[in-house]
């Protein structure tokens, strides 16, 4: 099959990839050796008066030929080894090969954890929320949109994401993809870094990538990723969502509910 890849993250590729190899190439060299049938073959005569030399087709005769290409190292040339080599190491029984998954029971999600890796095929969106806040405003315009929706945000809030936006600009944006299976099954929160993206994420499509995070039924994680969000420890992000669920409890445009599966996204195609 043809891959056409909507997001392909080089850095991971290559990671997981030099793992398995010991190593990356930056060329592969491709020598090639067979036998070409066809040639000519020639009699010379002698006599009086000149030599003659009689050519002839041989159409018998065989030729061993030998080909070395070099040819560039893509990432799809990469990525398409890695997963190869990632499905043969799951047949062999080891653990860090590629699952694949065709639905996620509650008793899958159970046994899932962080670090395996999973492929399956959902359908895929990007929220307003996530698009909007990676283009434009960062968390100095999430601090609006917050405010707007209840959240108690101060001058000095305001203020302290002035500076964040103003150290965080040029900083490499990152879109949050949901992917929904069934109805009953848990969404996955997709973090998709914008250099990466090679097409239209939305609709169905296959998505490989590595299990960083799990949560469960009553929980909620955001629906963006902030410049500067980083700053915020794990215990204040986690509350900021469970604010914005307290104050909104029927609005999930900001909020993923649980469960859930958050992965590392190495590649997403058709």
């Given at each position: 099959?043809?891959?056409?890849?909507?997001?392909?993250?080089?850095?991971?590729?290559?990671?997981?990839?030099?793992?398995?190899?010991?190593?990356?190439?930056?060329?592969?060299?491709?020598?090639?050796?067979?036998?070409?049938?066809?040639?000519?073959?020639?009699?010379?005569?002698?006599?009086?008066?000149?030599?003659?030399?009689?050519?002839?087709?041989?159409?018998?005769?065989?030729?061993?030929?030998?080909?070395?290409?070099?040819?560039?190292?893509?990432?799809?040339?990469?990525?398409?080894?890695?997963?190869?080599?990632?499905?043969?190491?799951?047949?062999?029984?080891?653990?860090?090969?590629?699952?694949?998954?065709?639905?996620?029971?509650?008793?899958?999600?159970?046994?899932?954890?962080?670090?395996?890796?999973?492929?399956?095929?959902?359908?895929?969106?990007?929220?307003?929320?996530?698009?909007?806040?990676?283009?434009?405003?960062?968390?100095?315009?999430?601090?609006?949109?917050?405010?707007?929706?209840?959240?108690?945000?101060?001058?000095?809030?305001?203020?302290?994401?002035?500076?964040?936006?103003?150290?965080?600009?040029?900083?490499?944006?990152t879109l949050i993809a949901q992917g929904y299976l069934d109805?009953?099954?848990?969404v996955l929160a997709l973090p998709l870094k914008s250099s990466?993206?090679?097409?239209?994420?939305?609709?169905?499509?296959?998505?490989?990538?590595?299990?960083?995070?799990?949560?469960?039924?009553?929980?909620?994680?955001?629906?963006?990723?902030?410049?500067?969000?980083?700053?915020?420890?794990?215990?204040?992000?986690?509350?900021?969502?469970?604010?914005?669920?307290?104050?909104?409890?029927?609005?999930?445009?900001?909020?993923?509910?649980?469960?859930?599966?958050?992965?590392?996204?190495?590649?997403?195609?058709?």
């Open positions: 099959m043809f891959r056409e890849f909507l997001y392909l993250d080089g850095n991971l590729t290559d990671q997981f990839l030099a793992q398995i190899e010991g190593g990356l190439a930056a060329e592969r060299r491709i020598k090639q050796t067979g036998t070409r049938k066809g040639g000519f073959g020639g009699d010379l005569g002698g006599g009086i008066g000149p030599a003659k030399v009689n050519v002839k087709a041989d159409k018998s005769s065989e030729k061993a030929i030998e080909e070395e290409q070099t040819r560039l190292d893509t990432t799809p040339a990469r990525y398409d080894r890695l997963e190869s080599a990632m499905m043969e190491m799951h047949q062999e029984g080891n653990p860090y090969g590629l699952n694949e998954l065709t639905d996620i029971s509650e008793q899958t999600f159970n046994e899932l954890t962080s670090g395996t890796i999973i492929a399956l095929t959902c359908d895929l969106e990007i929220s307003q929320i996530s698009s909007l806040l990676s283009r434009s405003g960062g968390l100095a315009g999430f601090m609006e949109l917050a405010a707007t929706m209840g959240a108690d945000v101060t001058d000095e809030d305001r203020r302290q994401a002035n500076q964040i936006a103003a150290l965080t600009t040029g900083d490499e944006s109805d009953d099954q848990p990466w993206i090679l097409g239209d994420i939305e609709g169905d499509a296959r998505v490989v990538g590595k299990i960083s995070g799990k949560w469960p039924k009553g929980e909620y994680r955001p629906l963006f990723d902030l410049p500067g969000g980083t700053i915020m420890n794990r215990r204040q992000r986690k509350a900021l969502a469970k604010q914005i669920a307290r104050e909104n409890p029927d609005d999930n445009d900001m909020l993923l509910g649980g469960p859930g599966i958050t992965l590392s996204v190495l590649a997403i195609y058709r």
